[in-house]
């Protein structure tokens, strides 16, 4: 199956700085490549997506890349917040229903 | 609108006991998911259901069984209790496949 990695397992930044996680992927036939946010204690949420047509999509102060020759895609988060504080998962499918997800980042912003 | 919910909250059981975690959902997807959540380990698949009358084994399957028992829910059932079991189950919807999923509360499972 799909082996998805992902690094840092822990990032401190300083408020406004930016931060940047990456994840690699096993499976070339993946195409799908969602980013979840998950706050101490609340249920994991999607922040962004990108689909292997596209190599970049930004939203507001977030964007993710995605090298589908090199399988890796990383998040980047400009301008970091306090709120920003949270766990971060990376996750790959392929055309099917199962999403195989990385061990996730745990992201501080230090004021 | 509820979204996705799950019951119970949070679940103590004895070593060989048996349950059902309840999944509802009223956002009218197709697709539905049972995660397991383990520190340092992600989120796992356990059972999903494509579409109502169809389930399918996840990427963690054994110990476990499900039921679509209509389009709103979804059941996962633990016949047999062991402390590997302890976790934090998550229950997802989506319209479709690679589409958001969408995430219920979660249910907090401790196996003594």
């Known amino acids: 199956g799909e082996n998805v990695e992902q690094h840092p397992s822990t990032l401190s930044v300083q408020e406004g700085d930016s931060a940047v996680i990456k994840c690699t992927y096993s499976?070339?036939?993946?195409?799908?490549f969602p980013w979840y946010k998950q706050e101490l204690g609340k249920r994991p949420q999607l922040i962004i997506d990108?689909?292997?047509?596209?190599g970049e999509k930004k939203d507001q102060r977030i964007a993710v890349t995605l090298n589908k020759t090199a399988k890796h895609f990383s998040l980047h988060i400009t301008e970091t917040q306090p709120e920003d504080s949270a766990v971060y998962f990376c996750a790959a499918s392929k055309n099917d229903y199962k999403l195989s997800f990385g061990a996730g980042t745990t992201v501080t912003v230090r004021a | 609108n509820a979204g996705v919910t799950q019951t119970p909250k949070f679940q103590v059981l004895k070593t060989g006991q048996s349950m059902t975690l309840q999944c509802a959902q009223d956002m009218n997807h197709n697709s539905m998911y049972w995660y397991r959540q383990d520190p340092g380990m992600g989120l796992r698949l356990i059972y999903y259901?494509?579409?109502?009358?169809?389930?399918d084994k996840g990427e963690v399957p054994n110990g476990y069984n499900v039921s679509r028992l209509n389009k709103r829910e979804f059941s996962l059932r633990l016949e047999s209790a062991a402390p590997s079991q302890t976790s934090v189950y998550f229950c997802?919807?989506?319209?479709?496949?690679?589409?958001?999923?969408?995430f219920g509360p979660g249910t907090r499972l401790l196996v003594l």
């Open positions: 997802a919807t989506s319209l479709a496949y690679r589409e958001t999923q969408y």
């Open positions: 499976d070339s036939a993946s195409n799908y």
């Open positions: 259901s494509a579409s109502e009358g169809t389930t």
């Open positions: 990108i689909r292997s047509n596209v």
